[in-house]
Nanobody, 126 residues
Framework: VQLQASGGGLVQAGGSLRLSCAAS????????IGWFRQAPGKEREFVAAISGLGRSSIKYADSVKGRFTVSRDNAKKTVFLQMNSLKLEDTAIYYCAGDRNLIVGRMAVPNDYDYWGQGTLVTVSS
């Protein structure tokens, strides 16, 4: 499956952005989709994930709980990451990743995802 992340940009602290992850796969609804980010000089970290159809699991990193919301529109084969109350430390390249057979309890483990998008840059300014 091919994943295309988009929606990044420059935003002031406290502002909002909505990222999209569009997929090419017709069985997209069965895929768990995760969002990860990597800031300069830092390791890639988990942000949020939403499981495939029938499992209805959503997970967030503690650092984004209450500020970010992940959702999916299976008809459009797209997962969204709504990011509110953005902070300087949210600056990073954001990647979406997908896997059809991911164990729900491992949604935060990047190595468990088989497919990755190209990333979209989010820059939060003061």
């Amino acid at each position: 499956v091919q994943l295309q992340a988009s929606g990044g940009g420059l935003v002031q602290a406290g502002g909002s952005l909505r990222l999209s992850c569009a997929a090419s796969e017709r069985t997209f609804s069965s895929y768990t989709i995760g969002w990860f980010r990597q800031a300069p000089g830092k390791e890639r970290e988990f942000v949020a994930a939403i499981s495939g159809l029938g499992r209805s699991s959503i997970k967030y990193a503690d650092s984004v709980k209450g500020r970010f919301t992940v959702s999916r529109d299976n008809a459009k084969k797209t997962v969204f990451l709504q990011m509110n109350s953005l902070k300087l430390e949210d600056t990073a390249i954001y990647y979406c990743a997908g896997d059809r057979n991911l164990i729900v309890g491992r949604m935060a483990v990047p190595n468990d995802y088989d497919y990755w998008g190209q990333g979209t840059l989010v820059t939060v300014s003061s």
